[in-house]
């Protein structure tokens, strides 16, 4: 059989040397009443050339970014990928290894990831990175797990302004072990600092802010240093789309305890949400709590140097319930991905991808409030998307609807459902990859549909 | 010998990429534009060229072993081949690069792979009804203990049902997942096999337990053989059963976690379903529940009506959102191909040929190492260097002088109720030859146990490093250049 290399010679040759009677045997301690005889009900097998035609079948049934002008972010982003990127990432010797719990024989991917931790304790300004954990938004829980159980506190303080599904994650985790969530109003699509005041308490173990935030716009923290550190609240800055980072640092790293969040945007694909990568980086005083692994240097007998997970003690296969958290292994392939990606971009690729983002996002920004019937209500510092609202009597749902059929793809989530004040409207999305003839292909559609 | 880290070559002038970047659009001048402390001028990061890069990882990849530079029979882990055609076509552009927040009726191909995929294996388990959603077994664990909790929470019985039975046995994930939501754990006392001791299970059960967490074969590889009994024990008392399926290549076809009366599953398709493990993630771990409990499954679920399939957030007694976005779609992908391409004859085959694998290595073996358990194991044996004291070796000296003869060495110190356990799980997809040189090596490393123990001790011995200073790492952290 194509992927079993034991044949029914083999298996004869087997059960007599071990002096075994049948394969069937060896299923003996199953109990009879719940032992599985019928064949399960699955399609009859394809063979490699079906099953290409198969897949091809259904992946066509997708509208892409390849298809379709795609102007959506929100929680993942389209940017251009280098060849090499998949090139490197698909060598086997990387792709089809585990966990470097042996470290003599996986050098390879221990050094790629020590490379991957200090890019983001670069690009972020921390003190360390982990080695990546699943998501945005799990990274952030298990911040909020992480810094409500190292300073037995049961209360977080989020922004309003984080995206829904960072909050809702958030929830979600906060609820299993009744953590206590409050919310700080947002005033003019950005965090309305008064509202912190009563908000921030000596019980509150940590405040999580988005940048940018759900609105596209940049937070402006510093208001808020003082506060949080006169209460002891920690400060956990959420970033979704870190290209940011690459032309703009819009707070200050010593002021900030944990900045984690989602880095899919280096050289991932969005391939329908997942896997993505989550990052995690923070401040040197935390790195015997935080969850995930962890890569350090070292040396061998020799004192030749070696690299090698580290800080295991706080791990979930040495501490069980006592662990810092139950994360077991990371997105190490992804996490890969994104070190070729920064390796290959480097310091003044990166620089110029970040500011090329904000001259495309501000040009067509500006020409949609000017040529179109869209509002933008909060004209604050932005980097690559931005809320649209949508002008009455028109629908999100409509504007998916006509935009499609001109070949444009917008984002599935209207903000009014997430907040109702706004009404119908949306985040739209920029990057590099768009063209000056796909800007004023969207105006013209804009202003076709909205007429 | 390690590779030079991509900083070390950075020079200042290098790029990876088409500098200056081609552009027709307005410049935005950044002071202007925003505050001027937030304006950054350096970042950190190397400048290098692109046959640099190639180059550095190409080397980095090749201090690497995986499964396809030889034998890694990593117990637990399922080290399976990864076939290639499911690699390609998981990357096909109308895959990959499609958007998490398209429109549901412009990513109808995706939503029918997910739903398909979710019957193929609420039938391979004999569940109800599954969610994709969970990125790692890890998670799916932390999904089913929510699940638990807010069943319980639904009854009004959360006050109550406080406490997680675990046998000795287990993995580390299942005590820290249940204790990450607030569980309080109970262990539970093994048999000699690795199974969980009826006797005492019934001394701590009490109307506190929510559920018990077990893995099916266990930990030791063997058949939980009073599985029905356990099973009775549970659900008399309302409690649930979850089923860690870490394990269920054993049983591919063979008994369903749904037929031994588990409530809720979870599968790891990076290792019964032939997904690449990636050097440690990204995997996946769909959960699956019997009815009654499909309510409570996390959102978005995936829905069709009027032949359209959609993906949707409105279920009133769902746990809620566990992830920022989609599932860990491509791995997905990759098992959904797997399974299509297997059958149900090749998925039987699968398991058949996995546990004799298993047992031919352990009957061949044990004349020089002992069983770790007096049973008949299933896809993974697990063997106790407890014997090798008198010679100061450690199971773990002999998987580094595994390292010597090709191999990638068993699972070590697990589980913790074996001393010195060496935990081999060969899979199907490896040959009797291959099986046969391995069996050959490990003879070879006792006879050298005995004659000369620091071969052991010292290896591995023509590896790029030979064994790092651990104690090093954690006292003089440098996790960062």
Known sequence: ?451 | MTVKLLIESSKKGNTGIHLPLKSNFPKTDLHQTFPNEWVRETIGLPNVSEPEVVRHFTNLASLNYGVDSGFYPLGSCTMKYNPKINEKLANLEGFTKTHPLQPDFTVQGNLYLMMHFEQLLAEITGMDAFTLLPAAGAHGELTGMMIVKAYFQNKGEAEKRTKILIPESAHGTNPASAASVGFEIVEVKSTNCGGVDVAHLKEVMNDQVAAIMLTNPNTAGVFETDILEVAEIMHQNGSLLYYDGANLNALLGQVRPGDMGFDIVHLNLHKTFSTPHGGGGPGSAPVGVKEYLREYLPVPVIRERNHQITSETDQFNSIGMIRLAGSNFQVIVKAYLYILTMGSDGLKKASSIAVLNANYIKEKLSPFIPAGVPCICMHECVLSAKDFAPYGVQAKDISKRLIDYGFHPPTNYFPLIIPEALMIEPTETESKETMDHFIDAMKKIVQEAKENPSLLLEAPHYTPISRPDEVKAAKDLNVTY
């Open chain 1, 1 to 451: 059989m194509r992927y079993i290399p034991i044949t029914d010679q083999d298996i004869q040759d087997m059960l007599k040397e071990t002096n075994l009677s049948s394969v069937e045997s060896l299923f003996q301690s199953i109990p009879s009443s719940i032992r599985f005889k019928q064949d399960l009900a699955l399609p009859m097998p394809l063979d490699e050339m079906e099953l290409e035609r198969h897949a091809r079948q259904i992946a066509s049934k997708n509208s892409t970014s390849q298809t379709h002008d795609t102007f959506i972010g929100e929680i993942n982003y389209q940017h251009f990928i280098p060849s090499i990127v998949d090139t490197l990432s698909s060598n086997s010797a990387f792709y089809t290894a585990y966990t470097p719990y042996q470290p003599e024989v996986s050098q390879g991917t221990l050094e790629a990831i020590y490379q991957f931790q200090s890019y983001m304790t670069h690009l972020t300004g921390m003190d360390f990175s982990n080695a990546s954990l699943y998501d945005g938004a799990t990274a952030a829980a298990e911040a909020l797990y992480m810094l409500t159980s190292s300073s037995r506190k049961k209360r977080a303080v989020l922004s309003s302004t984080l995206h829904p599904h960072v909050k809702e994650v958030i929830r979600t985790y906060a609820k299993m072990r009744n953590i206590e969530i409050e919310e700080i109003h947002s005033n003019d699509g950005t965090l309305a600092i008064h509202d912190a005041e009563d908000k921030f308490t000596e019980q509150t173990a940590c405040f999580i802010v988005q940048i940018p935030n759900v609105f596209g716009l940049i937070e402006d923290l510093k208001p808020l240093y003082d506060k949080l550190s006169e209460k002891k609240i920690k400060l956990v800055v959420v970033i979704l789309e870190p290209m940011l980072l690459g032309a703009l640092m819009p707070y200050d790293p010593a002021r900030v305890d944990i900045v984690c969040g989602e880095a899919q945007t280096f050289g991932i694909e969005t391939c329908y949400g997942g896997p993505g990568l989550g990052f995690f980086t923070g401040k040197k005083e935390l790195i015997r709590k935080i969850p995930g692994r962890i890569v350090g240097k070292t040396t061998d007998k020799e004192g030749r140097e070696a690299y090698v997970m580290t800080l295991r003690a706080r791990e979930q296969d040495i501490r069980r319930e006592k662990a810092t958290s139950n994360i077991c292994t990371n997105h190490a392939l992804n996490a890969l991905r994104a070190t070729i990606y920064l390796s290959t971009v480097g310091e003044d690729g990166l620089k110029a991808i970040a500011r090329e983002n904000i001259n495309i996002s501000h040009y067509a920004i500006d020409r949609i409030e000017k040529e179109t019937p869209c509002q933008i209500p909060y004209k604050k510092p932005y980097f690559n998307e931005i809320l649209v609202k949508i002008p009455t009597p028109h629908t999100h749902q409509e504007m998916i609807k006509k935009l499609y059929e001109k070949n444009i793809l917008i984002s599935k989530n209207n903000m009014g459902r997430f907040f109702p004040y706004l009404g119908e409207s949306f985040v739209i999305s920029f990057s590099e990859i768009h063209q000056i003839s796909q800007i004023d292909n969207l105006i013209l559609a804009l202003k076709e549909v909205l007429s």
